[in-house]
């Protein structure tokens, strides 16, 4: 198929404008670029483990050794109410998602930065770059999901219908990462000072996430403004569908979706606002 | 219709003092002797191109050409005014930058074919010929980080090649790769010319221009001031390199400094200043100095810059002409019979060591090359031809011939 076949797309370039049509005329581009984006995706995945010896190993270690820690902590030393499940498998439901979120945001911060000789030379849209760490992020995400299978089989725990709810729920945890994934990745190209904050932001951020502990411990006036979390709404209903079998808890995951669904636009138009000049100070 | 259209275009870059600019930026904010927080890199530019048509643009260092082909590509958004592209664009600012070093040649044509647009299905079709054309053929599955230079280079520029783009942005490229490559992507990018692509070229090649461009823009500190053929504009770029011939120090005064090159000029055959020299005519250039203190093994050098910032040739006087220079003013004359630089434009330089520590240089004095003696290929040797020998042979055939069609 040549260029001419295509019908000539005509581009009209102007001056970057904070305007909600430019979320319109960047996933328009967006899907243009469809096939760069799945390149570099499976390139993103490809290196990550092709230079490592234990290779896809990685994905699963990260959840699986927090889960040990956490496990020793939580349950041999410092007593921890859990629900029900064995905290093992208590811990690793809360750390699956956990994890994606926190590797989609810690990858995907940096990831202008790192590709700087790209950007100066080459348009695609900028965006792709983030998008592809956390779509990679998401990789990792199902490869130690079988853990989570194993872990379920060794403790004896049934899943039952309920557990096909993950798939919202995920979507939540996808579109929250990407609007942070978006925010970071742009401020770190005039800001390098995410990166170094970076670690310890994920840090706080867990702890204010029912992770290591239950969500029914949380005081009760405390409730709105931790829900406005969206991370702890996945968290807790990601728990809720594996372990307890229970429908969804839309009290504690409304608040987050609604920020998170006011947030995704916003982080993707003040991306395309940066990425207007993102060439000339990265 | 056109394919690319400039409606009165601006773009001005912030410098913000610590991060921002790198050390190129501020290298070229120099150039403007300015150093406030913003300068236009270009202003108010306005220009069409036709389909097919091929546009050279031609300017000094800094005069904005990199940024208009920044801006055509999208990398960078304009501060004011509309750029209407209308068709595929295939940018080749430097060629291999989308390159990863632990992927495969082949991997690397799938990330770098994308990242310039080409859907996987194109490229699946296209694989065999982007290897083909590279002469990577054997080494499709190897990381390209074990590729040579040449190699890397010649991957590169045919994945931008293969890209049945509508419009084709180059910039320098064609001073990539060994001679016979350089000579397959002048072909290819006149065949992509021949079968209706558009493009814009930007160099300071003036040979280059003129060979490949219908057209060509002057631009000069941000501004376009001339549009025309080729031949005209490079003939009004000579003019502004006349303006522009004044000795261009790098750094400041230093009044410790021994000893100073006060001046750098071209002498055109009858003796007067230029900045127009011809391929394989002689020429004359002179470099006044100041001495303040005396220097007991001094030499002078002189530099030619081709675009690119590379060196052809410095010459310097230490074997030819040892010199001791006492307090004082002097002028040494520089010389050449038969110029060797072929038609281009170019900077050269000057400086004045002492026991081969370099005391004062000073750049970049331009000028251009305009064809003078007959000249394929790199340089122009000096030379002269004579006859040998030389016996008539005359066939009957050609005899009977002849005589055949006289009535």
């Not at chain 1, 000789?117 to 199902?142: G, H, M, N, Q, W």
């Not at chain 2, 904005?64 to 509309?82: A, H, Q, R």
């Not at chain 2, 430097?94 to 074919?113: A, D, K, Q």
């Not at chain 2, 394929?376 to 008539?392: C, I, N």
Request: aromatic share 10%.
């Amino acid at each position: 198929m040549s260029a001419s076949d295509e019908r000539r797309r005509t581009k009209i370039i102007r001056p970057a404008t904070f305007s909600p049509l430019a979320i319109v005329r960047g996933v328009r581009d967006l899907i243009h670029y469809r096939d760069l984006l799945l390149t570099l995706t499976m390139h993103r995945i490809n290196v990550r483990y092709k230079q490592s010896a234990l290779g896809i190993a990685w994905a699963v270690l990260q959840p699986l050794l927090l889960m040990i820690v956490y496990t020793i902590i939580f349950s041999v030393v410092v007593k921890m109410p859990h629900e029900g499940a064995p905290y093992a498998v208590f811990v690793y439901a809360a750390l699956l998602p956990w994890t994606f979120f926190s590797t989609a945001v810690a990858t995907s911060a940096t990831s202008l930065v790192a590709h700087n000789s790209l950007i100066t030379k080459v348009y695609f849209p900028r965006e792709i770059l983030p998008l592809t760490y956390v779509l990679a992020a998401f990789f990792d995400f199902l490869i130690a999901s079988v853990i989570l299978l194993a872990l379920l089989c060794f403790y004896h725990v049934s899943l039952a219908a309920s557990a096909l709810l993950v798939c919202p729920i995920m979507l939540v945890a996808f579109l929250f990462s990407l609007a942070i994934a978006l925010l970071l990745s742009a401020f770190q190209v005039r800001f390098r000072d995410i990166g170094i904050a970076m670690s310890l932001l994920l840090q706080l951020w867990m702890y204010a996430t029912p992770v290591v502990y239950p969500y029914s411990i949380v005081p009760e006036r405390f409730v709105f403004w931790y829900s406005l979390n969206p991370m702890a709404g996945v968290v807790e209903n990601f728990r809720r569908v594996i372990l307890r079998h229970e429908p969804m808890n839309m009290g504690v995951l409304l608040p987050g979706l609604i920020v998170c669904l006011l947030l995704l636009p916003l982080a993707y138009l003040y991306f395309k606002t940066a990425e207007a000049t993102m060439a000339d100070v990265i | 219709m056109y394919d690319l259209e400039f409606h009165s275009v601006s773009k001005r870059y912030r410098v913000s003092g610590q991060s921002g600019p790198s050390s190129g930026f501020s290298g070229r904010l120099g150039w403007f002797g300015r150093r406030s927080g913003e300068f236009w890199a270009i202003r108010d530019v306005s220009f069409t191109v036709r389909p097919g048509e091929a546009l050279g643009i031609i300017g000094h260092n800094g005069a904005g050409k990199s940024t208009v082909l920044k801006l055509v590509s999208n990398i960078t958004s304009p501060t004011k005014g509309e750029i209407r592209i209308c068709g595929r664009i295939a940018a080749l600012l430097e060629v291999g930058s989308g390159f990863h070093p632990e992927l495969t040649g082949r991997e690397n044509v799938y990330l770098s074919g994308s990242i310039l647009g080409m859907r996987r299905t194109e490229i699946n079709n296209k694989l065999d010929s982007i290897l083909e054309f590279a002469g990577v053929y054997n080494f499709a599955d190897v990381p390209v980080k074990r590729y040579s230079s040449g190699m890397y280079v010649r991957l590169g520029f045919a994945i931008a090649a293969h890209l049945d783009a509508d419009i084709l942005l180059l910039d320098e490229v064609l001073a990539v790769g060994d001679a016979k490559f350089q000579g397959r992507c002048q072909e290819r990018i006149l065949e992509l010319k021949a079968n209706g692509t558009t493009i814009v070229f930007i160099s300071h090649d003036l040979a280059s221009v003129r060979r490949l461009c219908d057209r060509s823009l002057l631009l000069n500190h941000g501004c376009l001031i001339f549009e025309g053929t080729p031949a005209e504009v490079i003939s009004q770029y000579a003019l502004l390199g006349r303006e522009r011939n004044r000795v261009e120090e790098t750094e400041l005064l230093n009044p410790q400094k021994p000893a100073r090159v006060s001046a750098f000029t071209f002498l055109n055959e009858s003796g007067s200043p230029t900045t127009e020299l011809r391929t394989g005519f002689p020429v004359r250039a002179i470099v006044e100095y100041e001495v303040t203190g005396p220097i007991h093994n001094a030499a002078i050098s002189v530099l030619f810059y081709a675009s690119g910032d590379w060196t052809v040739a410095s010459h310097f006087t230490t074997i030819d002409l040892p010199l001791h220079l006492p307090i004082g003013t002097g002028a040494i004359e520089f010389s050449t019979d038969e110029l060797a630089l072929p038609p281009g434009a170019y900077a050269a330089g000057c400086s004045i060591e002492d026991d081969w520590q370099q005391i004062d240089f000073v750049s970049k004095t331009y000028f251009a090359v305009m064809p003078g003696r007959p000249v394929r290929g790199r340089f122009h040797s000096p030379h002269t031809w004579r006859e040998l020998r030389y016996t008539e042979t005359v066939s009957h055939k050609q005899l009977h011939a002849e005589g055949d069609e006289e009535p």
